[in-house]
């Protein structure tokens, strides 16, 4: 779809100068990451406390697999609803009430001391985080201009990286001094700040909103009528015979999907195990693990950048950018095998770069495939489906690996990541050539 500028500016009647317009974007931006990152401090703060708990007695590995994986399931499912709903239903709502929902969990979760009260609480946040994302890429694609769409959709990835850091700092600091339920209820008083600012923030872009809404639509209905195939029908009954499993079908990507459940299991897989695998494998303390371990998501932040630099700049296809990620990912978990006994630095140094691999291919899976599918409508609810299939794949893996850690050690669970590493760089690879010749037809 296009909405540059200047289509925007004759929309509004030139109230507003292509300046003006350009600020208002980079405010509903702002508003957008602010939320995403409150999110993640409302989501990977468990992963942070998870070894606490586990030298309380509270949980095993196991058990903290399965919190993890009941998060990760609803997460998922959430996604796929999700997504179709926020290409229906205004994200503002979506993400005030993810926002809303989430902050209720996080503080229940500071209260509660039984495991599968747990587990019930932390699968209703992974609901409540699960409308967050796809809303936002229909923000991006719908109320944002062409010529600060990509930037966003970088930065946003950034906004992950952000919020994970400081999900591990706060409980690396609080542990020192106080208990982990503080850290839960210290999470969701920042999720109800961003709440506030969220509802504050879209009553102050209420105009530039409305705008946006009617050039959004003008243009939609016009690139429907120079794609139609069916005798210049461009209502949207012609938009409705669309649909998200077709669309990706015919796109020629349904291998991809194996490098999703690839991506997921890495990404999601290794990030949330790093505190607990640093406080055993180098016998450090809770607190000492998690600051440590803030190293993962600070570098993090490198790959969703990398990625998007080499898309746009040299690969410019999705699927071999993401490909490139997981061959660095694999030389990446080769590092961890061979440095998880010598020193933590070192050893965390390859955690990260696995991690920063895997966000850069989530990047392109994420963000720069559902851009494509703009002009159908559908960006938010592909983004919703992918979103899913990587977060249902995390889910298994997260009490497989807790399983794993527990029974088999370490070591076994580092080269189930190795296998995963090379699977992914091979679907990503196979699909790559027919979706370069749909993308460009």
Same mark, same amino acid.
């Given at each position: ?37 409150? *999110? ?32 990760? #399931? ?33 503080? #229940?979760?500071?209260?509660? *001391? ?15 985080? *699960?409308?967050?994302?796809?809303? $936002? $890429? ?22 992950? *990286? ?82 998200? $499993? ?13 490098? #999703? ?29 998690? #600051? ?129 590493? $090379? ?19």
């Amino acid at each position: 779809m296009c909405m540059n500028l200047q289509t925007i500016s004759q929309t509004s009647d030139s109230r507003w100068t292509q300046k003006q317009i350009l600020a208002f974007a980079n405010q509903l931006f702002w508003f957008c990451f602010l939320a995403y990152v409150c *999110s993640y401090i409302g989501r990977k703060n468990f992963s942070a406390c998870l070894p606490e708990m586990i030298t309380e007695g509270l949980l095993t590995k196991t058990y903290g697999g399965y919190i993890t994986t009941a998060y990760m #399931l609803v997460y998922g499912a959430g996604q796929m609803v999700n997504g179709i709903l926020g290409s229906r239903y205004l994200p503002k709502y979506m993400i005030g009430i993810g926002l809303l929902g989430a902050t209720i969990c996080n503080l #229940l979760m500071g209260l509660v *001391s039984n495991v599968w009260i747990m587990v019930l609480v932390w699968a209703l946040n992974g609901l409540f985080h *699960s409308m967050l994302w796809a809303p $936002i $890429i229909r923000v991006f694609t719908d109320q944002i201009p062409d010529e600060r769409r990509l930037r966003c959709g970088a930065n946003i990835g950034a906004a992950c *990286s952000v919020g994970a850091v400081l999900a591990f700092v706060i409980p690396g600091i609080m542990l020192k001094f106080t208990t982990w339920r503080c850290v839960f209820f210290v999470s969701a008083a920042i999720l109800f700040v961003a709440f506030i600012v969220w509802v504050l923030g879209h009553r102050f872009l209420r105009e530039y909103l409305k705008v946006m809404d009617v050039v959004c639509t003008k243009e939609r209905v016009k690139q429907f009528a120079q794609t139609s195939t069916v005798g210049g029908d461009t209502t949207t009954t012609q938009i409705k015979k669309h649909s998200i $499993i077709g669309i990706i079908v015919a796109s020629g990507i349904w291998l991809m999907l194996f490098g #999703l459940l690839c991506n997921g299991g890495l990404r999601d897989g290794v990030e949330s195990w790093v505190p607990t695998f640093l406080k055993e494998q180098f016998d450090l303390t809770s607190s000492m693990a998690s #600051l440590i371990a803030v190293v993962v998501p600070f570098v993090s932040v490198l790959g969703t950048y990398t990625a998007n630099w080499l898309n746009n700049r040299h690969i410019k296809n999705e699927l071999y950018t993401a490909a490139l990620m997981f061959g660095i990912a694999v030389f990446a978990v080769l590092g961890i095998y061979f440095t998880r006994n010598t020193n933590a630095w070192i050893c965390v140094s390859f955690l990260s770069l696995s991690t920063a691999a895997m966000w850069g291919s989530n990047h392109m899976f994420l963000t720069q495939l559902p851009y494509h599918f703009a002009k159908y409508g559908m960006s938010a609810a592909v983004t919703g489906a992918f979103n899913s299939i990587i977060y249902f794949a995390s889910a298994l893996c997260a009490g497989f690996y807790g399983f794993v850690a527990d029974r088999m050690g370490w070591t076994a669970l580092i080269l189930v990541w190795l296998v995963l590493g $090379i699977a992914g760089a091979f679907f990503c690879c196979v699909s790559g050539n027919r979706w370069q010749k749909s993308r460009d037809n």
